[in-house]
């Protein structure tokens, strides 16, 4: 049974770098079916698509994030990373990892598997 | 690319139905037929109920079923059962290979 666990700091300075890995045990991340997803929740702008990483490096960025992201797959340690720079208190968050099992169309949304989350804590 | 509209709300009875609706443009929602649908439990990751507009996962109960017309999708959980309470997320392919939720329904059992 494949799952996701997040990992990386639980706070970070503003003007810093925001850096997490999720970890995929029980499955192959190499994997052409998925797209490697992180998704963040706040509480007062819900549920956020961050973009995802495919198992041949490419990447695919939310349009709003897309100057301050970075998003990497590594498949010998079997995890995919984040990376996020010059945060401020709007990315303080729970920062989900999730397997979008959308077979051909990254972006269209079949999040299957997610990890059990992560809160990120900006700090001034 | 802006959030999907869903109401804040919605409510009602055990073994009643109820339907959440999720709006948004001709860019995303009517565009494809990829819209899928979350539950959350508070304290929980999202798990997914409905896929590709109608389409649900193996393991979901045949009482959540989804639908779209135009740029309105909408999910509908029939038979109220008190563990149905929870927040509810609509998600839609947005083109470019990129996607956008909606944000959000507390679903209350009453």
């Known amino acids: 049974q494949v799952q996701l666990q997040e990992s990386g700091p639980g706070l970070v300075k503003a003007s810093q770098t925001l850096s997490l890995t999720c970890t995929v045990s029980?499955?192959?991340?190499?994997?052409?079916?998925?797209?490697w997803t992180w998704i963040r929740q706040t509480p007062g702008r819900g549920l956020e698509w961050i973009g995802y990483?495919?198992?041949?490096?490419?990447?695919y960025y939310n349009p709003s994030l897309k100057s301050r992201l970075s998003m990497s797959l590594d498949t010998s340690k079997r995890h995919f990373s984040l990376q996020l720079t010059s945060v401020t208190a709007a990315d303080t968050a729970v920062y989900y990892c999730?397997?979008?099992?959308?077979?051909?169309?990254?972006?269209?949304?079949?999040?299957?598997?997610w990890g059990q989350g992560t809160m990120v804590t900006v700090s001034s | 690319q802006s959030a999907l509209t869903q109401p804040p709300s919605a409510s009602g009875s055990p073994g009643q139905s109820v339907t959440i609706s999720c709006t948004g443009t001709?860019?995303?929602?009517?565009?494809?037929?990829?819209v899928s649908w979350y539950q959350q439990h508070p304290g929980k990751a999202p798990k997914l109920m409905i896929y590709?507009?109608?389409k649900r996962p193996s393991g979901v109960a045949d009482r959540f079923s989804g639908s779209k017309s135009g740029n309105t999708a909408s999910l509908t959980v029939s038979g109220l059962q008190t563990e149905d309470e929870a927040d509810y997320y609509c998600?839609?392919?947005?083109?470019?290979?990129?996607?956008?939720f909606g944000g959000g329904t507390k679903l209350t059992v009453l």
């Open positions: 999730a397997r979008d099992l959308s077979g051909g169309l990254g972006g269209a949304g079949v999040f299957d598997i």
């Open positions: 029980g499955g192959s991340i190499s994997s052409g079916e998925y797209y």
């Open positions: 990483v495919y198992y041949t490096g490419s990447t």
């Open positions: 001709s860019n995303d929602i009517g565009g494809y037929r990829y």
């Open positions: 590709d507009v109608d």
């Open positions: 998600y839609s392919y947005a083109g470019s290979n990129k996607g956008v």
